[in-house]
């Protein structure tokens, strides 16, 4: 570990690279690139705000020379401590590269640089009717980059898959310094390994990705929002496989268990019923003809599975009054406790009342608050353990929880993290599910491309 | 930091919504000036990693204190308080910057001795004095752009506002009788608003008094000079406490918000009872009074309207000043811009502390009052107000900020 000061001929030559105003070395200020969404720490020696791809490549080669370690950030709001920079050295941001370069109607794609904001992208190709899918949480905040090096996913992957399903091509930074391109224009490329795929997901370790090209699709032209009540939650499980079975595809299914909805009607006091076991919300988007068929099969099936009652909206006011309880949770539920602990196991769809089930028992067996909502078409759920993180015993329960419920995920065929990323927070837990012999694979891809262990060492093994 | 803080600040989960909406941080994209980075700061602070030093007291500074970030946290962090709370502790560790420092002792204090000031400005803007120094270019020498800043300072009026007009109007049978707290900005600067306000309630048969009465305290509150802050509410509780009215009027929507405090603030059964007849005047006319308008013409002037900060999240705080806005129709003609409700950059004193980010953030205004083509952009707040016309000044532009209450005056002889 290092001393957390930076050699000042090393610093001298940053400053020289990519000018003085572009980097930051007052202590106070690198204490607010310590952290993201999780509440793992590591204040960096200096951070830098690169303009282009040529000064990235500066700061990695001058890295090299010193073996000073480099964690990639882009707005810090990952869920696994990604761009937490552990092993201090430098945080490299990108924000500032943040230029859509070209968006083509022709070819249904998009260049941009890894510093765009999700969600101004996606107004920005949706003035121009089309569609970019993945739509994770924090995208009013978080970057393409960092989309594409954690390949984030949100509640439309269900139908439309996540960012790995969009990404064609890549310009990276190599962790030597050299400037690569991976992929290219073109839907169809298996020329070489698909190393686009290998660094989508690589969470900043084996390369800095400087510019994105994404493929797109044609906007929806219609949206229908159900909002639907169970009594059982067993019910609210089979209406999901159910309506798959008839070959309905929404693009997202949100289910709440009844420890959230109280918790939301608590804090929005919208009559929300408070003795149903389940929500489900789903949305179908499509052709107009064939968004009105999909609703109607959807009515149906809740129907022969008991739901209570069902609610349908397509004018967008209407469709974000249904909403709003979804949207609601995350502020609803630190009612329970301040510190939120967001887990993001995935289990195969059909396994996800025997989740939900063994989530409740770990919830009862360790004494924490455990409401359980999210995606349940993909079978992303994000139990959130609510917890003080200033009371000791509870937090290692929590710790002894998060490993149970990983546990369980892996027991019915899941995995650690379905969005979120390795980072810091699942490290102990990936032999688990990758074995010896996987780890070792990643790390012989580490060890090859990165020699000098500069590229955000420590993170995912 | 008081135990109700600590409460706060661990609702915070870094999650870095905030940079979406801090106008700020749009400006600067650095984490130490959006309320994430804030708050990670004061844990440092509270946990003895650092000290309050030159660094943080800029880092603190550098704060609108327009709420925007809280409005949109999903587990709604007050960062206002935090904020706020963070000056006070830094005040306490270092004192106040010593410009500040005099203000808030000698002047705000004393209403009398802020009314000189104004006096003196009045003096120093229409003697010839503020030509020659613009003239000759004296004011370059100084730091900071003095010479823009002193031109963001407004046309102060010669005579202060309450002076001019009676304590009481005197109404045979009011319907309705009201306490008028004016703020300093319609006291010292632009009397034309206050003697707006008086027409308008006049005219609706609503007896005014104006009682005696000190600054808000809200500049004070703001760079958390707690005890002057609490001096000037009690103040200010003392000379409306006893008055027997339905309703205190403002023109003011910091004045307004400030007010709001008090009973936090000054822990009083009197703060509590007074804080519940604080009024914003839009909200007043349009909730209490019903106001019916006959606009003396059909020009069809378009008018947009500012939110300012301190106004919209109070009850009806976005409706009212639009309704009555709409109730000018035909003379004027209301049009809605993009990004109303975003901070002016205003901030009180921070235009003249920020000067230039402060500019920055007007700019994104500035524009979109241009793209609405309103040839007047109305709002509630005299501090907005004057950052706005001096920044439209700045710009070129030709659009005139004024009050709601000034075009509302226009419908009475």
Redesign the interface.
Known sequence: MRDGKLDSTYLKRIIKTIGKENV?T????R?????????QRGIPEVVV?PGNTGEVAEIIKLANIEHIPVSPRG???GLSGGSIPEAHGIALVL??MNKIKEISKEDLMAVVEPGV?T?HFHQEIEKMGMFYPPDPA?L???TMGGNVAENAGGPRAFKYGVTKDYVLGLEVVTPTGEIMRTGGRTVKNVTGYDLTRLLTGSEGTLGIITEITVRLLPKPKDKKTALVYFDQLKDAAKTVTSIIYEGVIPATIELMDRVTINCVEKYTKQGLPLDVEAILLMEVDGSPAQVAEDIQIIEDVCKRNNCRNTEIASAYEERERLWKARRAV??AI?QLK???ISEDATVPRSKIPEMVKSLKEIGTKYQLHLPVFGHAGDGNLHPNILA???DHDEMERVEKAVGEIFQAALALGGTLSGEHGIGIMKKPYLQWELGEVGLNYLRAIKKAVDPNNILNPGKIF | MEYKYQDILKKCSRCGGCQAHCPLFAETGREPYVARGKIELIENLQASNIQWNDRLAEIFSTCLLCGSCSENCPNEVEVVKLVQMSRKDLMAARGLPIIKKNIFQHLLKYDGRLKTVGKLLAFYQKSGVQKLARGTGILSLFPMQLAEKERILPRISGKAFRDTYPDETGLKSPRLKVAYFTGCVTNLVTPKVGASVLKVINSNNVEVIIPKQYCCGVPALASGEIGVGKFLAEENIKYFKDLDVDYIIMDCATCLSTWLEYPELLKSQDAEHLAKKVMDINRFLIEVIDIKLNPPQELGIKVTYHDPCHLKRTPGGKSNPRELLKHLNPNYQFVEMALADRCCGSAGSFNLTHYDLSQKVAKHKIESIAKSKAEIVASACPSCIMQLNHSLQNSGSKVEAKHVIELVAECYK
């Open positions: 930051i007052e202590y106070e200020d204490i607010c690139y310590s952290y993201d969404g999780t509440f705000f707005a810090g709001t924000t500032r904001i969600g924090s009013k905040t978080c995350s502020s630190v301040p510190t939120k003080d993180k200033n």
